[in-house]
């Protein structure tokens, strides 16, 4: 009964992080006895105010590829800036061949951005922004992409700072 006390605030310590499935690919190889299948997955983890990571593991099986992909995740943990509900400015990336453009919206308008980027600004507590992925449709490019872009962001007061605007 004391062991179980003990996991307890460790789980739910975890358990403030969301966790959600981004990809799965099952790759095939074929030997001897017949097809061995193996996975990949990509596992995207966040707590909703800024903090959010995602892990890419492989393994024979689909449930420890993602368990692993969720650990990596939560070892990848970075901290983004963010003012209120939207980002402070526009921005435009590349990675690879991935091109990412995010522009701060208006209150009330919502998360408009395709599948991985939204779920990415959405578990990044992000609630008003408007992105666009063009170029490649590749999944694990276009969350390097979103990362990479929401990295380069810097708040209005640091902007000023390093401009020498008071």
């Known amino acids: 009964m004391a062991k179980m006390a003990n996991k307890n605030p460790q789980q739910k310590k ?12 099952r790759c ?3 030997v001897k006895g017949g097809r061995k299948f193996s996975f ?39 901290r983004f800036e963010i003012e209120g509900v939207t980002i402070p400015h ?3 990336v590349e990675f690879d061949g991935a091109k990412l453009m995010l522009k701060p919206a208006p209150d009330g308008t919502g998360v408009v951005a395709g599948s991985r980027v939204r779920t990415i600004l959405e578990f990044a507590g992000l609630k008003d922004v408007v992105g666009k992925s063009l170029g490649s449709s590749n999944p694990i490019n276009q969350v390097k992409a979103t990362f990479k872009a929401l990295g380069m962001l810097r708040k ?9 605007i008071s």
Do not use: Q
């Open 14 to 25: 975890e358990d403030s992080f969301e966790e959600k499935v981004l990809f799965v690919n």
């Open 28 to 30: 095939s190889k074929v």
């Open 40 to 78: 990949s997955a990509l596992i995207l983890v966040g707590d909703g105010t800024g903090r959010v990571g995602y892990g890419f593991a492989k393994a024979n099986e689909l449930t420890d590829a993602i368990r692993k992909g969720g650990e990596m995740a939560r070892k990848n943990m970075v």
């Open 90 to 92: 526009e921005i435009f």
């Open 156 to 164: 209005k007061k640091t902007l000023r700072a390093l401009r020498g």
